[in-house]
């Protein structure tokens, strides 16, 4: 069976995208699908992810509100990288000749020292329930004085006082989860024009009026990447020693339209 079918023949799903980069690997098992990085480094990327976006143009990625994800999922190992599943809109890549401000709703993992914190009071590594839109009409007044903002944001009392304003223009809103679950649990995120939804196990755990516009693509990964990103001008980014395997398993992956069963 060719690879590049799993995910179809497993859950009956359109034609996916599988990256399998440096000593990332999708492997299937038994309960499903296992998203593997091993013997990686921090002279090399590795990353192993299933989308449904491949190189397509932004505007034409799959999903717009009302849209519902559920999988279940489990952590048996430490993650050295980052690790998730949501949408977003893909914002590094050269899609079209240019790179993107983010848009994403997505359940989020980062490990130290991954520091990406646009939200206040929520650690910038960790496992996050977690939405942004920095292209959003709301955050262009604020773009002229971004190098104010930066130095300002160096002193803790202001940063208190400034930021929260830019965090609604952004529509950043993110939810701390603790740590990832090493035994199977159901993730459902619904995204709907004004709010998006994050349950666990039918229980929500987070749930913001802080919506992406769209559209955005479907994504699961895990790589070995992290990166700095701090409102008061933090910023890095590099690999992780990564040798032993570590990876995330992933089951039942559906994604459908609010209100419809048609798995899209």
Known sequence: MDRRDWPNRLYNLPTR?????GGGHILRVQHGLRFLTVAADRHGYSNAQLDD????R???????????????ACFPTTIHGTAGFGFWNNPIALIGGWPALPAAAWFFYAAPPANIAPALGVPGHGWKAAVIDAGAPSA???????????LLNRIPALRRRIWPRIQRALRV???????????WRTYTLEW???????????HTVFETP?????????????DTQWLIATPDGQFGWGLHDAS???WIDVADIEVSCIGDTQVV
């Not at 709907?192 to 039918?202: A, H, R, S, T, Y």
């Not at 802080?210 to 895990?222: D, H, K, S």
């Open 244 to 246: 032993m395997a570590q």
């Open 140 to 150: 262009w007044p604020w773009v002229p004085f971004a190098p104010i903002i930066v």
């Open 58 to 72: 932004r505007h034409v990625l799959p999903h717009r509100p009302p849209v519902r994800m559920t999988l279940r």
């Open 192 to 202: 709907q024009p004004n709010c998006v939804l994050f349950q666990i196990d039918g």
């Open 210 to 222: 802080y919506a992406p516009r769209g559209p955005l693509g479907f994504v699961v990964w895990v």
């Open 173 to 183: 809103a993110e939810q701390d989860l603790g740590a990832p679950a090493a035994t």
């Open 53 to 56: 976006y491949g190189s397509i």
């Open 17 to 21: 995208n599988i990256l399998q980069q």
